[in-house]
T-cell receptor, first 118, second 111 residues
Framework: GAVVSQHPSWVICKSGTSVKIECRSLDFQATTMFWYRQFPKQSLMLMATSNEGSKATYEQGVEKDKFLINHASLTLSTLTVTSAHPEDSSFYIC??????????????FGEGSRLTVL | TQLLEQSPQFLSIQEGENLTVYCNSSSVFSSLQWYRQEPGEGPVLLVTVVTGGEVKKLKRLTFQFGDARKDSSLHITAAQPGDTGLYLCAGPLYRTYKYIFGTGTRLKVLA
């Protein structure tokens, strides 16, 4: 089956630094990637939808200048948490659509990245 | 505002009992998926339902998609401790390119 790789799996950083999380589709081209944030014991909250070659569409309440999303190629999307603070600590998950999601609901998920900001 | 509401939020039952989890929305979905997620991992797909009124069975799990494609249910028969986890419904909003998750149901099955 299709594979989506997310890196790093976990990261610890100091407050004020920026952290980049990568999401790669390994064996298919992802026209769209979704980024989610998950707090402990809660569901996944959609942060933004990114399409290759265009600006990401952010959900209401998500700061676009805080969470920079770049989808420069059909196999890579990155999420950069800028000037991270402890409240940004969370589990971030990406997912990739090979173009069939709307029709089939089929979506491929990364393993998740746990960010801890000290 | 959560577009996909799940109930109950938490459920703790004894092994062997049956349970039903509900996923409701006022919006139409092109399809709905059910996932189970373990702590620290990404969600794992259990099933996809596409057609209104569709019923799918996966061993002890029965999934149903509402006729209007606005709601779904997951029924587990004779629950086992291995069924413990976070259950999530999710799907692409009809005529949008947005894939969203339900509020989640945390299930604990006691031996």
């Amino acid at each position: 089956g299709a594979v989506v790789s997310q890196h790093p799996s976990w990261v610890i950083c100091k407050s004020g630094t920026s952290v980049k999380i990568e999401c790669r589709s390994l064996d298919f081209q992802a026209t769209t990637m979704f980024w989610y944030r998950q707090f402990p014991k809660q569901s996944l909250m959609l942060m933004a939808t990114s399409n290759e070659g265009s600006k990401a569409t952010y959900e209401q309440g998500v700061e676009k200048d805080k969470f920079l999303i770049n989808h420069a190629s059909l196999t890579l999307s990155t999420l950069t948490v800028t000037s991270a603070h402890p409240e940004d600590s969370s589990f971030y998950i990406c997912s990739a659509d090979s173009g069939t999601t709307v029709a089939t609901g089929e979506l491929f998920f990364g393993e998740g990245s746990r960010l801890t900001v000290l | 505002t959560q577009l996909l509401e799940q109930s109950p939020q938490f459920l703790s039952i004894q092994e062997g009992e049956n349970l039903t989890v509900y996923c409701n929305s006022s919006s139409v979905f092109s399809s709905l998926q059910w996932y189970r997620q373990e702590p620290g991992e990404g969600p794992v797909l259990l099933v996809t339902v596409v057609t209104g009124g569709e019923v799918k069975k996966l061993k002890r799990l029965t999934f149903q998609f509402g006729d209007a494609r606005k709601d779904s249910s997951l029924h587990i028969t004779a629950a086992q401790p291995g069924d413990t986890g976070l259950y999530l419904c999710a799907g692409p909003l009809y005529r949008t390119y947005k894939y969203i998750f339900g509020t989640g149901t945390r299930l604990k099955v006691l031996a």
